[in-house]
């Protein structure tokens, strides 16, 4: 059973940048695919990026890409989001997650094994 905890959310402006981090522990983290998903109000949960178990795939969704970065450090067991050029349409609770599959391209919400409890995002404009 793995435990993730997020955190570094918060509240900046448009424009501006955050680190979101997410600690994980109970498994063998290099083992393990992880993603970001995001949750606006009203809105379905949506995938943000994802990284697989050493590092050397990273996929993005197109409304991030060029702005957001996912990295992992398999020492320290926790993955990173580092989000640039912050728009108020990033508002949400954003989520990581991990999966035992070795491919981790085009992994929908359901095929991630285990989640964090989330951490707000909120951009102003």
Do not use: H
């Not at 059973?1 to 981090?21: C, D």
């Not at 085009?106 to 095929?111: D, F, K, R, Y």
Request: aromatic letters at 12%.
């Amino acid at each position: 059973q793995v435990q993730l905890v997020e955190s570094g959310g918060g509240l900046v402006q448009a424009g501006g940048s955050l680190r979101l981090s997410c600690a994980a522990s109970g498994g063998t983290f290099r083992y393990y695919g992880m993603g970001w998903f995001r949750q606006a109000p009203g809105k379905e949960r949506e995938f943000v990026a994802a990284i697989s178990w050493c590092g050397g795939s990273t996929y993005y969704a197109d409304s991030v890409k060029g702005r957001f970065t996912i990295s992992r450090d398999n020492v320290k067991n926790t993955v990173y989001l580092q989000m640039n050029s912050l728009k108020p349409e990033d508002t949400a609770v954003y989520y990581c997650a991990a999966t035992k599959r070795i491919s981790i391209a085009s992994l929908t919400a359901t095929e991630y094994d285990y989640w964090g409890q989330g951490t707000q995002v909120t951009v102003s404009s």
